[in-house]
């Protein structure tokens, strides 16, 4: 059986794709930058790293909108046993 997801979760799935298009927009950044000046730059450094922090947010934030969160809610009416 399959739980509603609540706001903040499909919030989450949303972010987590924003996220990961946002580390391939990096990655092509530091693709272009990388043939101009090379990868010692620190600009060149800096895409990588934020291309590896996009990617570890869009993951985090798709597991956090994927997990089976219990019910929190104070009707007690499914859980009455007679």
Known sequence: MSKRKGVFQKASLISAGVSFLL???????LYFRIESV??????SASFMAS???F???GVVLTVI??????????????????
């Open 55 to 57: 990617v570890c947010v």
């Open 38 to 43: 090379g990868k010692d730059d620190p600009i």
């Open 65 to 82: 909108g994927k997990a089976d969160l219990p019910s929190f809610s104070t009707d007690n009416s499914e859980t009455d046993l007679k």
């Open 23 to 29: 580390a391939i927009v990096s990655t092509v950044l």
């Open 51 to 53: 291309t590896f922090f």
